[in-house]
């Protein structure tokens, strides 16, 4: 929790529950992540938080942009960004996006199927495009493997035939899943690139980008490596096997450039033993929940660190669910967190690490509770 | 799907995804609810679906609400409801709405704690309040057991205490889970309320209303029993445990009241297999998933029926999933749906039975998605 955001919930008590985000953070982030992997461009991926002020800053600091939908596209537009620093990285396109975002100069495009490519030579023709390859997400506390990404051998087959049907053969991608805490990931998925590479070379086509994706991770109740690890195991792999041909490198951090900028300040709604016995686990209920943003609880995955009036007093474990009549809205069941005993009904309390993936989850008004209220500072 | 959203999708063909509800089949159903049970009153539980449509019609119809916070309040007064005619039924409240509720006249409270006992005493003084049992959710496909209820000893103790903070014990509830698709669970339920009854008359405390929850199923994939059935054992058990001296009965249905009210349209963004291989699984992803309003194919546990334009032709196993770049947006993986090899990008689909938990759960822009249209006919 900056200072600037511990002094803005102290000195504006904002209504809750309420998302605080410290934009200068965000380009503390940036720089960072540049520090740590200097020949990398940096696709921010405006799903993570589409803020205006989030993305205004990084305009200005020279950042490109990850996009996951024509409505991302006009957010990162609106926010100044030129089109050729957008890549549409979501491979699952509608016809409709497409035609829209090549119409606006998008000219990045990612597909991971031959369905796909076809739609992107039809109404994206010419375009510079790149094909995502499956990779093991092991290690990582948000795992995406199942859904997105190709075989090496079918992207072979498909970068070939992208020649045929009139557009350019950028590149490679993956995605190692979001909060990766291994180095490993990355240095088996950039092996894996390489040998496609060096077949499609020899195949004629001289791919000029590797996408490293995004999965950079942030604290949360785990320590993790810091991103100079990161960035060296990336640098040695890709040394290791590119020698001097070096590709083109992009990265889309999300989390890692927001998660820590953000804090959710919440007030607690009840403190419950559910028969009344003293051993009787206690809950408490906050009044958000994961129907109100904290939808990456689902499964326990990602969990929060807590920042309560109490701190330093005696403490219990708590199951924390949400404020509605939704049974699943449960955040910690399994991982029960260590909470005050005097915690009790009116505390408020903060959420950290929750710039990432909070805002846009938030229902509409699931259970007739308002969408979160943003506050960037 | 009724004949009038047919006609309706047919020649408005509304922008996808959106969902179409038919607001005289949910009258249908209140209907239907009325003469099945015909002994109980209806508290429309809000959070089904609060469209002002569905809430006037049912005002008019002489229904009552059950609401989950104060912005469901809002909602049933704003078209038309009385106050005396909502239940304030979140176990979980906090202090400024139970004050504001009560300033607006509502004066039947849920409670499950101590805690939430006193704030109810202090802020809603006088009020009806009655106490939520914990009772088995087996049979329910969307369970609510572990976060909600009290035992039978603690509900006990409670009651009692609330006549010395100055309030009303007016009954005692419980909820059998959502999608509930045995009767059984009722019967074994209305048995434990009434031993509480007869424990709490000894005590000096003559409780006048069991309010019986919502849980009634509507038909997705699998055939359930029809709600007579539920009327007939509701009743049967009603009469075994309270003879002639039946207390007042409430009932508070949400997905029967309107999931079969409503369809959702979507468009089919890509047809891919992973590996480009006949062998690999078929996905279709749609341009609705899990974050658009689909929330509730988490774990896969509620399974909507599809209707396409190739139906009757050959179909095969397919996974289904959403259109944002989240890992987690796949409604279909274990149970696959069968449908039409023929599907293709671009084609529009219906899913049925979504008229409930949809258009609230959906997200206010994850992925930069637009939340659902709504059209109420």
Redesign the interface.
Known sequence: MTPKIVRYLAEQQPATPCLVVDVDHVEARYHALRDALPLAQIYYA??AN?AAQILERLVRLGSSFD?????????CLAAGAQASHISF???????SSIREAFGLGVDLFVF?????LA?LAEHAPGSRVFCRL?VE?EGAD??????????V??AK??LLKSVELGLEPYGLSFHV??QQTSTTAYETAIAKVAMLFTDLSEAGIDLKMVNLGGGFPVRYRDDIPEIEQFGLAIGRAMTEHFGNALPQMLIEPGRFMVADAGVVST?V?????????ESDPR?V?L?IGR?GGL?ET?GEAIRYRFRTPHDGLATGETVV?G????????MY?KNRVQLPHAL???DRIELLTTGAYV?????????????LAEHYI
Chains 1, 2 share one sequence.
């Open positions: 405006v799903k589409p996009a996951a939908s024509i409505g991302e596209i006009h957010q990285g979501n491979t699952v396109k509608k016809v991971d199927s031959e369905e796909e739609k499956a997400n948000w795992p995406l493997s199942r859904k997105f990404g190709t075989t051998d079918h087959t498909l899943g979001s007030e709604v009840l403190v419950s033993r559910r028969g009344g016995k809950w209920y009044d129907f939808a689902e669910a404020p509605s009549c939704d049974g699943v809205d449960i069941e009790s009904s009116g805002s846009t989850y938030c229902s509409t008004g699931f259970n007739g509770f308002a969408p």
